[in-house]
């Protein structure tokens, strides 16, 4: 019997593969917050951590000061909206894809600073050429039709694939040429940069968006998110911070973080760990036959398994049925992180790999 | 050659089947604007004329003042811009067609109060039981997804089709299920109640909505819209009038008018006239064989012609090209109105007879 | 007995001085829509008589059409939040007065487009340089605070005075300063065209304003307001007029109804019979040494009266009771219009008189 | 000569008594977050460290789960423009202070939400019944004025002074009666709670209000508060905090430091310290006769001093000139923390007492 030979324990918890912000920060995030916590300091992002740590951004970038502001701001929700609500005319309105974060995962903030969202369907979680030019072209109507002006996508996106220079240049282009801007969520960016898949630097991203923002809660942070502006825009940015209640008066909590994270490439290292983890699950899952509902580029797993492999790995592990297929079927959503145990991976495989053997056996 | 027999003159003007408002406002209607002028009215809409189009209203509607208030408002968009703000709370959605006036003619004033569109396929025009559950269930993921909370139709629909009992009835059912308030959009409710294909009364349409609205920009006023809002819903509805710039101080204005709209039938009198205008064009078009887009329920033909067909009709008349089908058919709108001239759409339909018959010959 | 002497009908209802817009339009102007009603006419403002008016508006202030558009909007709030709401990002406030009509006539409809307003106090109902640079100076510490962006004031002044060129002069020079726009409120702009006391021309407002809205409502027209758009602001503003209700399918009734005020000077005949009402009625009571809480120049007088006098006024007239300064005196509010019959006038003034001089012989 | 005897150094930073929120967190906070960090924990808010956290609150102000929700947030202008935005219709305003934070330090947030500030002047830094009565007196024209909705205040207010349970008892009669709700800002909470002046429980203010909020970010927290919310305002609460960017994914960084902060007296500790430390400043500068300009009743002092001296004293210590009162005199605000250093205090005092009485000598 498989259970008892991974957990001897009746009480054990199941550990959550759901998603990756179930543990709090990376211990040497931690240990920063401790060893600066008694220096005083400016407030509301004026701190030395908040400029190291801009510093830090720009040269991983590798732009100036005179080309990019960055301002942190404590959730990617305050991140989306700030940045739409910044540049955008009331009248403007987003295009996104219907799968988009803001698009049904933000309680209707975008709506909330005013703004319209275009929805477009997803092409393996991304958005399209063709798509975002139909949009554009079915939303001329003025003045009965909200003006397009800003293209929103996620990278990774909210499947887990990531853009590559090549198709991201394609959008940026389409942009350019209907006076739209760009705006890249990048909640789990990390993850995107170090996929296999993944050909873009951060000066490619600088270069082909107007906004982007780099997670640091799904990336081992406690929170924050950088958002990095294009100059031209980021007059007056500083205020939507304030007036939506996302100018931390101890703005050095984001700033010492994001330090940590970037002063020495454990940004990189975490999301890498992450991604690993993910490729894992998804070979064996392979390995095994069971079809995967999307491409495995970063750190989230969607497989298709049978409903009784989906009850017993719920008695060890916690995830997401993301869609049910029918009574025997359902898309499974597994997500690592920066945090996931190697053992437990190692033991969700096995988990698998043992119904799986037991379920060949009773077959034959 | 056709031309010559209808318009002798080299200069005439193409007799707009565009809409239904190209023209002014029925006289009756300036003539009662012309001999209420000179009385002295309470502003703000507390005019006699005012409260007398409210009992007019709720007469036909058969309810009392207890069951419902009635606001005047200068247009369709403030009706409906005015009615979702005024009911819903700021993380409330709203359930509606992609083709809805909300969705894609108002460039994103529901939006701008704030509230998040949940977009939904047209079936015939209309919202279906299907689409609307679908809508609801897949928007319970609280609270990241904006809480469905009202569903908006219209009636006419945009394709000019009509709800039956039935169908508004089963839509009504679901909403009290899902706790969901029901606004129906009115810009062309005569033409609906006035349909051959309809079978509520004003009062069924009281009972199963919680605010809807007639329209009378289309149906032979200068402007205004009545809102008809059930007691419960009506306390404070007057500040959101105020705040939105729609409380004229001159309420007068629109009172006068849906007086003259309702003292004697003229509102309906308008509308069938409208429908009937329609039929004629519908019918010919049928009878020569040119499929139809959608049925002609009410002032509205939508019909499949061949491009060289759309191209002879537009030197006499206008009207939209609705979609290009591609180099060789459009499906092109056509609109009738309170102010068609029963001339100009017979000479309409000789137009398509004799472009058809002289097609014909060629082809024999 | 006075009350015999000029009402013989017990029920001659009380004659109103209330506000000036009691009465419909111009004749006129109704008669001009009755004219025009039956001719086709593109929808949304596009049509000729727009056109029209726009080209008369422009040759009254003498610019072209490169410096100013001009759009037809149907209520002094509309022109208000839509002016404003156009022009600011999300962080930016207006300074307006403390009586300023967006501060405590319009039911937060600017706050409901999201922005602030910084209250000043009024001198003489008017802004001082004085207080607006203490505004700005108080508002500057930013991010914290709001953006003081826009300068909102109304000629003629809530309490009916107006601004000299000098004085609008001084205030556009603190804003060109501090870069804040300048919109001025013309609800009764004709009336402070024809004070006495002014020395601007159209002309002189256009230069010194960025924005600012020729009244309809209250100068003779059903309703309207048009608002002169400096070209460099006028970018995407019809979108704004779209977004909030008010740009009305059947445009030319308000393009109709400003062809008639500004084709043969009827606008500024109307705002001066409104004018020389007020100052026989000032005059009345200057002679009779009842002092005036505000200098008459234009539609409306405020007067301090015994109470006994108020009662005895409101037997056959309707006007505002403006402040309650003790049991013994009041400030009243009369406001005349385009439609103030004189001969109530000299009723109201007879009436005055007679009240005064039984009260002289009594105190003999 | 003084600069010697106090700090040897040439080189020695200026200590800050700027603000309460210029160090870290209280070290017990940081090692909570680091004894916690590897659980794993449900997100967005239902960890059992939140639950815990509300547990403990609850306690504290003897209240049930029935009786009240509590909500964290990261920012005290999300606390404010959530709590606001949540209960009020969009046509409903807030009155407020002058001098409240809502009012002229959250960029106008709440402005942003769509609401109007009805604005008081201040009496030792608090809200009067003579004024709140002649705010909702003078805000009744309806539907032309926005309707008074919700008391707004600060509790300690922003000069440092305490509510009694008299002055709140009194406010929250007038607005029972005038069916206004009454939000508590808390930010300095704590301190109110620990002030000499202090006659209230927390149970008190749970009684008293309809929503308040304690602040964490002053009171030892890296950032946080937690807003108390009356069961019959709760329901749909979260999805506010959700759209507006304030439900943290990692809600447990939330959760734990509430639990330091309120598990064993820490909070009060921490506000006793604060109001401590600036007594002992408020004694020294009352002891040699330089004027308070606020009585020191919390951790803030307002004192006016001569120009000489806050040249010295900006030599060694940072703070805020409040107001320039001329060419000799200042009132400076000088804030103590949960932080502040009592060996900088005696240094300050020291440093006071040395130039004083140095400028006693010299004019002897």
Redesign the interface.
Known sequence: MPSTSLCQEETC?P??L??D?????H?QI??A??R?????????GGDEYSNAARQLIREKINCTGDEADIFF??????????SI??CL???E?VITLDSGHIA??????I???????I?VPAVDGKMTPTYLQKAIQQ?Q???????PRLLYLSNASETGTVYTKCELSSLAAICKNASLLLLMDGARLGTALCSTKNDMTLRDIFDLTDIFWIGG??AGA??GEAIVVKKDLAE?F?????????????G??LGVQFVELFRSGLFFALASHANHMARKISACFESLGYPLAADTETNQVFVVLPELLVRRLQERFRFYIWEQRDDEQAVVRIVTSW?TDEVQVDKFNAWVQQWTASKELATE
Not at 21 to 25: H, P, V
Not at 141 to 147: D, E, N, T
Request: charged residues 15%.
């Open positions: 918890t550990y959550s759901m998603d912000y179930s543990e709090g920060a211990p931690l240990e917050l401790l600066t916590n008694s220096t005083q300091q400016v407030s509301y701001v404590p959730s990617g929700t305050s991140a989306n909206l700030i609500a910044s005319r009331p009248y309105a049904c995962k933000e309680a209707g903030a709506e909330a600073t005013g703004h319209k969202l929805v939303n109507f003025f003045p009965h039709m909200a003006k809660t799904k406690l929170m007056g500083v205020f939507h911070l304030k007036q939506h209640g996302a100018l931390l008066a101890k050095r909590t945090a």
